[in-house]
């Protein structure tokens, strides 16, 4: 489904992201784990079109999506739920929820779409026309989840989906990420919590300075004694 290969990301004359390549295939989740400064978001920006590539490939069903903008990405089936939440926080949470079927044209099925949402998140129902800046951490996290289904994606992209959240709250988004991936959608993560995500998913790459150091399904990367020590507390 998504091919990267030899992807390059500068800034300015950092290399961000250093010749990575990685695969998705339909019906995955797959994860993107290293530390702070990796370039993990920096790669999921890339493929959504937020960051330009110095060099590189980014394919999706077989078509190039290098430098595509990101409404052309979004109608091709990607979908990006960013670190931060970053909902539209003057806009209500109905709002911010049609926004995310923006580049849709199928506007019959919208309001379906959006009683589905609210079925799905029902906090986000209470709460519907109210700014989505005065919601709680939780509940925007809801909201940028249920934003990025709005435009019915393939493919969706989660950077960080339980950072900033309380602990309470953290397994419940990961029970959303779950529930989204058996409901049909591929999902590609990046997560800090590396032993959680390796738990979630059916293949991880891990990133080091931009590059990827280890690849492979899950069970061998955790019992990998260098990833161990380095990432999941010994």
Do not use: W
């Given at each position: 489904?998504?091919k990267v290969r030899d992807l390059v990301v500068k800034y300015g004359t950092t290399r961000a992201v250093d010749c990575v390549?990685?695969?998705?295939?339909?019906?995955?989740?797959?994860?993107?784990?290293?530390?702070?400064?990796?370039?993990?978001?920096?790669?999921?920006?890339?493929?959504?079109?937020?960051?330009?590539?110095?060099?590189?490939?980014?394919?999706?069903?077989?078509?190039?999506?290098?430098?595509?903008?990101?409404?052309?990405?979004?109608?091709?089936?990607?979908?990006?739920?960013?670190?931060?939440?970053?909902?539209?926080?003057?806009?209500?949470?109905?709002?911010?929820?049609?926004?995310?079927?923006?580049?849709?044209?199928?506007?019959?099925?919208?309001?379906?779409?959006?009683?589905?949402?609210l079925e799905k998140f029902p906090r986000l129902r209470e709460r519907l026309n109210q700014a989505a800046g005065t919601l709680?951490?939780?509940?925007?996290?809801?909201?940028?989840?249920?934003?990025?289904?709005?435009?019915?994606?393939?493919?969706?992209?989660?950077?960080?989906?339980?950072?900033?959240?309380?602990?309470?709250?953290?397994?419940?988004?990961?029970?959303?990420?779950l529930s989204i991936r058996k409901a049909g959608t591929t999902v590609l993560m990046v997560e800090q919590n590396a032993y959680?995500?390796?738990?979630?998913?059916?293949?991880?790459?891990?990133?080091?300075?931009?590059?990827?150091?280890?690849?492979?399904?899950?069970?061998?990367?955790?019992?990998?004694?260098?990833?161990?020590?380095?990432?999941?507390?010994?």
């Amino acid at each position: 489904m998504l091919k990267v290969r030899d992807l390059v990301v500068k800034y300015g004359t950092t290399r961000a992201v250093d010749c990575v390549s990685l695969d998705v295939n339909e019906g995955e989740l797959v994860t993107l784990i290293g530390s702070n400064g990796a370039g993990k978001t920096s790669t999921l920006r890339a493929i959504s079109g937020l960051e330009p590539l110095s060099s590189g490939q980014i394919e999706f069903d077989g078509d190039s999506i290098a430098n595509c903008s990101p409404k052309l990405i979004i109608e091709k089936g990607i979908a990006h739920c960013p670190e931060g939440r970053r909902v539209f926080p003057q806009m209500t949470v109905a709002e911010n929820l049609r926004m995310g079927a923006f580049a849709r044209r199928d506007f019959n099925r919208i309001a379906s779409d959006l009683e589905e949402m609210l079925e799905k998140f029902p906090r986000l129902r209470e709460r519907l026309n109210q700014a989505a800046g005065t919601l709680s951490g939780g509940e925007q996290q809801m909201l940028a989840i249920a934003r990025a289904l709005m435009s019915r994606p393939r493919l969706i992209l989660f950077d960080e989906p339980s950072l900033g959240l309380a602990p309470n709250l953290v397994e419940h988004v990961f029970e959303m990420v779950l529930s989204i991936r058996k409901a049909g959608t591929t999902v590609l993560m990046v997560e800090q919590n590396a032993y959680a995500a390796l738990e979630m998913c059916d293949r991880c790459y891990l990133l080091e300075n931009g590059r990827v150091t280890h690849a492979g399904v899950a069970s061998d990367m955790i019992n990998n004694p260098d990833i161990r020590k380095a990432y999941l507390g010994g």
